[in-house]
């Protein structure tokens, strides 16, 4: 990355000046005006910028600038016109990078209880983890992407679940549930056991979650973990006796809580809530979610992911603390990462949902499609609350972000279908110095930022910068389209601004594979 080049220089000018090392910061200046890039060590250092500035040499830079303290730099022409070249040599790749260095990786995300079908808040974790992960796969790291399915039988919300099952309640009845009881009523007549009953309903429930994850939201989990396995493997009964004879649980009150507070907690916290003598089963004690949760994450740690990103939904904000002490009470010595995904509204607009039923996931999808769900849901920061446009998102227009940046790449095929010949399919033969216009250069300076935006956006989960850096993109080669005619009479300049059109393509459709959006070739 030319980023990662340009620090480089700065670093071995400081050695050189004043025979220490430092850690250089990179930025982007506010306007183009001011440079490609922008540094303020010399504020930092406390040392003169322009003495520092006067020793770089590179033939990358065309000409390094000193204002108010800044360090400016101006990329070369000739170095630009050759990433051209960079981008269609490594094609699909470029932008690959290694700092993940396989590190094992495990991205949790939806874990939605099987009480009912993913409603629109859902729709933030379910974007923004497959995203990350594929992020995080694109810069080096080892990732599996899991799924937590909350369906012990002894849980609340599975009894109670089965309570609706067993015609003792309403809790959670939709008309979606209620033909499920129905069609399961031979085999809930030989149910009494209210667990039994919402965790027979709940498999059902969970079908048709994993069906719609699958094959209409287009993401694929590598592993579907149940709570209720957890329990059947003793797991949960395993990690209350280790907590035990580590002396970190103990009894008040009839309950028994866990010494989270010694841990980096406030307080600490009930994970049984009757007594509980050797064993859940012969005790009969009554776990909370957080003795499940901590079997869990164990289960994580033992089977070796060094970084661990859990994307919980907005009312998990006060379980965080609980989790990051636990880890820390079972000696995790890895990366634990807890992003809350926070509220859902509507903006603007109506959609249509079934009579007496809340909206759900599936209702926006068949409403505005997947694609601009998807890189909408993505413009917005996970940790802020969210207002979704509905009327932007069926705009057919410019004002779309989503069809602005789809149809410049359309518009790239387009040109691409029309060209006279294909040569710009052979590198060695185009002469790329032809490229001189600003606005070709300009475009350049965006295609090679593609690299830094998939750095930060691993290092920092900050996934709102990929569709803008995507808008960013089509409105520059938009520009471009403008001021430079491509198909033109000239041969040499023709194949020269293909090639560039085609790197465009490349970066266009690379971003877009991120988003796991759709690059159409035609609309």
Known sequence: MIREEIKKLIEKAVKDLYKK????EIERPAKATYGDYSTNIAMIFKKNPQEIASIIKSDILEKIKVKNGFINFFLSKEYLQKQVDEILKQGEKFGQLNIGKKIKTQVEFISANPTGPLHIGNGRGAFFGDTLANILKKTGYKVTREYYINDAKNSNQIRELGKTALRKGITYLTKNLEFKIKNLEAKLKKISDEG????????????????????????????WISEEDLYKKNKIDKIF???????????????????????????????????????LENKGGEPTYLL???????????RGFQKIIDIWGADHQGHVSKIKAVAKMLGYKGDLNILISQVVRFKKGKI??????????????????????????????????????????????EKNPVFYVQYAHARICSILRKAPSKN?????????????????????KQLIRFPEIVEDTAKDYQIQRLPQYAIDLATIFHQFYRDCKVLTKDKNLREARLALILATKIILKNTLNLMGISAPKRM
């Open 21 to 24: 090392e430092i850690e250089v």
């Open 196 to 223: 039994e009953a919402g965790y027979l309903l709940a498999q059902n429930v969970q079908k048709d979650i994993k069906d719609f994850i699958e094959k209409r939201l287009k993401i694929k989990f590598d592993n």
């Open 241 to 279: 006796n280790w907590l035990k004879d580590r002396d970190l649980i103990y009894q008040k009150a009839g309950a028994w809580w866990i010494k989270t507070s010694e841990f980096g907690d406030s307080q600490d916290w009930v994970i049984i809530r009757t007594p509980h003598q050797n064993s």
């Open 292 to 302: 499940s949760d901590i079997a869990y994450h164990k289960d994580k740690f033992d």
């Open 352 to 397: 249509s949902k079934r009579k007496s039923q809340i909206i759900t996931l599936e209702d926006l999808i068949n409403e505005v499609g997947l694609d601009v769900a998807r890189f909408l849901y993505l413009t917005k920061s996970l940790n802020t609350q969210m207002e979704f446009d509905l009327e932007l998102a069926k705009e057919q227009s």
């Open 424 to 444: 710009y399919w052979s590198r060695t033969s185009i002469d790329y110095s032809l490229l001189n216009h600003p606005s070709e250069l300009g475009l350049i």
